[in-house]
């Protein structure tokens, strides 16, 4: 931006472009964090960020909470590590918003590592020549706990996983609040498909403890066998790297199938989600649901003998239920920084456009 001292930030995936003047930021910050207001809880400095930027007290739109997540990450990170940044930020997401895949958590990472980076607080690790490169652990730290914080303002409550995951990569552990990082799992190669169908995790969850409340000596060991089946697919993931046997993805097919029918047991299934795994499995592969259930997004394992034929011919059917799908990877690194000229054509589009 030069002298120009604006701060812009663009948003092509949920229709977003707004930006801002630094000195007016600089009001802003000072308000929210230090002066007479000090130490204003995060709601009361929510409320105030809500009033600048011309968003609802009571919105819940994904582009209102990516702006009012922005705002306060930008602030209270150049709070405490060093001025406003005058800068262009643009954002996109090649995978949907809204469709419990965990995009808020991406983009609060992403946001938190270009602001910690913006405002020295953390190192530039690309070298001349190298295409991608990664933070120290003491780096990828600070990193999600900032995310978390962003996650704090779009989600009120959230377990932290989903940052987690977007910070370290690979795959984590969650039980009873607790985050282990699963060291050398394999990359898997999945197809990732969204039935469209809209839910709320909220709703979901409370019929889970009513069903448990009313039966618990039948739900609570139907959790319990979820729970084994969860140990039982850590195994084999961790065994996999140094074992690369065919043998296991069988293993993890069936898995997959078993998960499958207690999710819907426990009442979080779909009938888009059975028509998915119906779909899938009438060309030999197998799926599951993700996230929170009741619609919302589904994934289905393919294994290295799928061959592009059956793989192309499932997209084609599930395109024809009125699903969306993309081939993807799981078990990918977490946050990285990439050269320019790292970034495929696609990419570098989106990101160039206004």
């Not at 940052?163 to 999945?190: D, E, M």
């Amino acid at each position: 931006h030069g002298g120009g001292e604006r701060l812009c930030v663009r948003l092509p995936g949920v229709g977003v472009r707004r930006e801002w003047d630094v000195a007016e930021l600089r009001v802003l910050r000072d308000r929210i964090t230090g002066g007479a207001v000090r130490h204003l809880p995060p709601r009361e400095q929510l409320d105030v960020l809500k009033e600048f930027a011309g968003i609802a007290a009571d919105a819940s739109a994904p582009d209102s909470l990516a702006i009012l997540a922005f705002l306060y990450m930008c602030l209270a990170i150049s709070a405490k590590y060093g001025d406003v940044p005058s800068m262009d930020i643009a954002v996109w997401s090649e995978l949907p918003t809204g469709a419990g895949l965990g995009s808020s958590a991406a983009y609060t990472v992403c946001l938190a590592a270009a602001l910690l980076h913006a405002c020295r607080a953390i190192s530039c690790p690309l070298k001349d020549g190298e295409a991608t490169a990664r933070w120290t652990e003491e780096e990828m730290t600070l990193i999600n706990s900032w995310a978390f914080q962003g996650e704090r303002v779009i989600h009120g409550n959230p377990s932290g996983v989903d940052n987690a995951v977007g910070t370290w990569g690979g795959a984590l552990r969650y039980q009873s609040g607790k985050i282990t990082s699963l060291k050398r799992v394999p990359t898997l190669r999945i197809l990732l498909t969204n039935t469209k169908v809209p839910r709320s995790t909220m709703v979901l969850v409370a019929g889970v403890k009513e069903k448990i409340l009313k039966f618990p000596a039948i739900m609570n060991p139907v959790l319990d066998s979820i729970d084994a089946i969860s140990q039982e697919c850590q195994s084999v993931l961790e065994a996999m790297p140094t074992n690369p046997s065919p043998e296991y993805y069988p293993v993890l097919e069936e898995l997959f199938d078993i998960n499958q029918h207690h999710l819907n047991v426990i009442g979080v299934g779909h009938p888009s989600l059975d028509r998915l795994c119906r779909v899938t499995a009438s060309h030999g592969l197998h799926s599951k649901l993700t996230g929170a259930g009741g619609g919302g997004c589904g994934i289905t394992l393919l294994p290295p003998d799928a061959t592009p034929l059956a793989v192309e011919a499932a997209k084609r059917d599930l395109c024809a239920c009125g699903f969306e799908c993309w081939e993807t990877d799981i078990g990918a690194p977490g946050v990285t920084l990439h050269s320019s000229s790292s970034l495929n054509a696609e990419v570098l589009h989106a990101l160039s456009e206004s």
